[in-house]
Structure formats: structure tokens, C-alpha cells
């Protein structure tokens, strides 16, 4: 069967055809009418669905540390990094996108590994371009970061429930299993920074809301999983709304315990403390894994550039606004701080107080918890999508096994140890370790490796000169041998915006420019945390 598909596979390079019709897995797994393997998604997801999920995507959790970010270490670094960061996110996935465009076959997303009989993931590109032992270490740095993360989000969501529960019901409780016979308890505790319980073996109602919620999504294809896509950008463009409305309108123009100014003297220039800068702001965009699932999946004719590029617009202007407006509603740092330094680094555990010198309308209160919840829940299941579609187009588990390890494993995980210190400590340095090497490195030397394996014609043809830049007005199409000549339906310009000059740099030298800043921003984010936590 192997050498089948190999011989229909070169049958279809020499006549750059695609070839869909060839989606027939190792493992057995069927496939519908149309080719589409049923243990993936088909081409469905449009133009907005696509901007939802990749806008869902780059916010994550993480957005509500920037107000405390803004004041601890000021407004211009902490923008600027913002700003640089956003970019080099969106190059790194347009130029991941294209490395998988030139797989021979897969111009249009459409193409079949010859080795497993499905489609190109992300592990599948790096061995395409760099090898079976490249292939191994993606798969090991892609799982501990995707997973790493996605445990840490399960942990917080528990809590975020558990605590939802406490605030709706006024009483949350859970199963003490270090004590015989296992004993039910409840807590009345009402800040998410205290202990919740007291002890850290518990199963908690909040964990069992949590699986019923995210399991059954993450067990579906990303495809079937846009309607809660759609439920959480609408909930979060809202709340975001309502929370910029309190910031600027609601806090300021109120009397009483709710009266709160707006004051950008709280966010300085900048200060000497930037210690969490980097690694905050790098990591809150590191989506850039999830993007050869979606692109696998959009619909013919959806562009890739404009996806991206929206996205990540949208994104920017959401942190910005978020962090700024924050940073100047409350007072997060020093000893005038509304409350303690660890609720002050997670703004939503500001927003959620009604009393108090942080005291908030209900409206406020009950707009915080909405929007722990309808931000968390789902982007868990997108991560274990992901996770499960490279086990599962890499070869190395059955759809099934590849559910059990992406989707039923890390909850298992998380129910045992989700209230132990020394846990979340190990995932944190993990998703740090590894993040920023498959997310910011990986995609632009898989770039510069498509460039040298598969030039275009267009490629072969310009003339560069002595600075390595070359010229717009130089590049002509020109006579080529047909296998050489790559056809699809979108080229993806890695600089898609009209930039209003003659000259662009030359694509690897800026691959390997923001690889290596990466790599050195990764490197230093890691440094400063150990320095920190020691």
C-alpha cells in the first residue's frame, strides 16, 4: 500500500495536480466520499470563522496581566515589545504557511503525506524540510509546550469555576481523597489567591464542571468546534467593551465606593523593572503552532495573508486598549495598590471584588467571571485539537490513542495535581522552555529551508545585489520547467502591505533576523524568570 501511494504521489508532482483523492491512512481510519480523512477536519471554516479563532487565539489568558504590566514597567516598553512582538507573530505565521504551501502537492492545503496518508501539520513540515530526528524533536517540543499550557489554562479554570460557583451559589465544594472514608467539603473562600481548600488532594466541583465542558469539545474536529468559537468572540469583543466602558465612563463618573478617576500618571515612560517585559508579552502571542490546523481547514479562496494580518491587528488593538485603560483605572503597584500584589497582576481578580477600595458595580463583578469563562473554556480544546492532529497525521497513535493523550490524559493530570504548588511551577517553566522555540524559531528557518528547496521562478530570476535587497521593479516572470513552477491559489507575500518604497528586504536575511531575536528574547525571558523566582 506504502509504495502505492509513493508512486501516485510522484504521479501527482509531475503533474502538479493535488491530491486529495489520496487520503487513505495507515491506521486504517475511513475516509468519506470526497477523500476528506474523517479524524480531521474539511475545508469549512470562512473568512470570519477563521479571524474568530485566530483572534481567540492570540488573546488567551495572559491579556489580563497587562494592566499591572503597564504600570510595573511602563507604558512605552511595555507597548513597544507589544508592537514587535505582534509582528514578528504574524511574519512567523505567514512564512510557516508558505514553507507548507511548497510542499510539492499541498499548493492549496490540499496535499497528502506520502509516509502516513494525510495531510501536513506542523511536525509533518519540519520533517518534510529537516528530517525524521528534526520530526522527533519537534513532536517532543510541541506536546510538552501545547500540553505545559494547555494544563496550566485547565488549572486556572478550575479555580475560575470553582470560584463562579462560590460567587452565583455563595459555596463550592469537592471530594477530600487523602482521608478515609474520602470526605465532601465546602468553602466559602472568596479570593481566588487564597487556598481553596484544605487540602491540596481534592476533586472539586469546578473540575467536573470544567471536563463536561472542554472534553466533548476537544474530542471534535476544529471544523465542528466553530460555533463555540463564534460564542467566545462575541462574549469577549462585549465584555472587553464593557470593561473599557468601565474604565473610562462607569469608574470615573460614579459616587461613592465606586467612584475611581482615570489616571495615566499611574502607567510612567518607563522604569527599571523589566524583568517580567519580555516574557509576558512574547508568550501572550505564541499561536503561531495553530495555524498550519486552521489553514488546513479554511475554505479554497480564503486568504491566508488577510487572515493572519487581521487577526493579529485585532489582537494588538485589543491588549493595547486593555492594558493601557487598566493601568489607569486602578492603582496595581506600590503601597497604594487596591489590593495584594497577587490579585493586582491578574486584573480580572480586581474587576471580581464588590467592596473595598477595588470595590465594582455587579455588573462589573459578574462580567469578570463571564469572561474567565467564555476566554478559558475555549481555547483548551483548540490546543488539544492540535495536539491530537500532529500525533495523528505524524503516524505515531490512532485517532483513538490520540484523543486518550491530547484530550483525556492532561485532565487526568490536572484532577490529581491541579492544587499542588510545585506542579504549576514545573508547567510554567515548561510552556517558557518551549514556547518560544517552536512558536519564533522553528517557522522562519522552515521558511528559509522552503526557499532554498523550492524557488519559485520568480525567486530564480531576481537580481540581487551586493546588500542582499531586491528589487520589486527587477522581478519579471520568466520561461521555466513546468515541475518548477509553483501554482496555487494564493501567493502569500510575506510583507502583504504596500510599504510605499522600491526595495524590500531580502525574505531569508529577515527570517533569520527575527528567528535569532526570538531565540535571544526566549533566552532572556527564561534568565529573568529563574532570577526572579530565586
Known sequence: ??????????????????????????????????????????????????????????????????????????????????IVCGVISGFASTMLCEAMRRIPGNSEFTGTNPET?????????????????????????????????????????????????????????ALRYDVWPPEFITTNVTSMTEDM?????????????????????????LD????????????FVVIWAMF??????????????????????????????QSQT??????????????????????????????????????????????????????LVGDDAVSSSADCQNVLLILDQDSGPAANPVVTVAASYIFMVTTLIPGIPVLAIVVRYNLVSGGLCSPGWATFWAVIFPWILTAFLTNTDAFSTVLNYAALIFQGFVNFVLPPLL????????????????????????????????EAPKQQILRSEEEIEILPLEIGCRVKPDPRKLALGMSGLMFVISAIAIVLTVITDA
Open 224 to 235: 465542528e468546534n466553530m460555533w463555540a468559537q463564534w460564542v467566545n468572540m462575541i462574549a
Open 197 to 221: 481548600w484544605p487540602s491540596p488532594w481534592c476533586l472539586s466541583l469546578g473540575l467536573l464542571v470544567s471536563i463536561l465542558a472542554c472534553v466533548p469539545l476537544g474530542m471534535v474536529n
Open 244 to 273: 473599557l466602558f468601565q474604565f473610562t465612563l462607569i469608574a470615573p463618573l460614579s459616587s461613592g465606593e465606586y467612584h475611581r478617576p482615570l489616571s495615566p500618571s499611574y502607567t510612567p515612560v518607563a522604569t527599571s523593572s
Open 117 to 173: 496518508g494525510r495531510r501536513y501539520e506542523f511536525c509533518d513540515t519540519v520533517k518534510h524540510y529537516f528530517g525524521h530526528r528534526a520530526f522527533t524533536g519537534a513532536q517532543i517540543f510541541l506536546n510538552l509546550s501545547l500540553q505545559s499550557s494547555n494544563i496550566a489554562a485547565m488549572i486556572v479554570c478550575v479555580q475560575t469555576i470553582d470560584d463562579l460557583l462560590k460567587f452565583v451559589c455563595k459555596i463550592s465544594g
Open 278 to 331: 519580555l516574557g509576558v508579552v512574547a508568550f501572550s502571542w505564541a499561536f503561531i503552532v495553530t495555524i498550519p490546523s486552521w489553514v488546513n481547514e479554511k475554505q479554497r479562496g480564503v486568504s491566508v495573508n488577510k487572515s493572519i494580518w487581521w487577526s493579529c491587528s485585532m489582537g494588538l488593538a485589543f491588549k493595547v486598549l486593555f492594558g493601557l485603560l487598566g493601568a489607569w483605572a486602578y492603582q
Open 447 to 478: 521558511f528559509v529551508k522552503c526557499l532554498d528547496k523550492y524557488p519559485t521562478a520568480i525567486e530564480k530570476a531576481a537580481l540581487i545585489d551586493d546588500d542582499k535587497q531586491v528589487h520589486l521593479t527587477d522581478k519579471q516572470d520568466v
Open 1 to 82: 500500500y506504502q509504495r502505492r501511494v509513493r508512486g501516485r504521489h510522484r504521479q501527482a508532482m509531475e503533474n502538479n495536480e493535488p491530491q486529495q483523492e489520496y487520503h487513505r491512512a495507515e491506521d486504517g481510519s475511513s475516509t468519506d466520499e470526497s477523500g476528506e480523512d474523517q479524524a480531521m477536519g474539511g475545508k469549512t471554516i470562512g473568512f470570519w470563522g477563521g479571524i474568530s479563532l485566530l483572534t481567540n487565539n492570540i488573546m488567551g489568558p495572559a491579556m489580563v496581566s497587562f494592566p499591572y504590566l503597564y504600570q510595573k514597567a511602563g507604558w512605552l516598553p511595555a507597548t513597544a515589545v507589544m
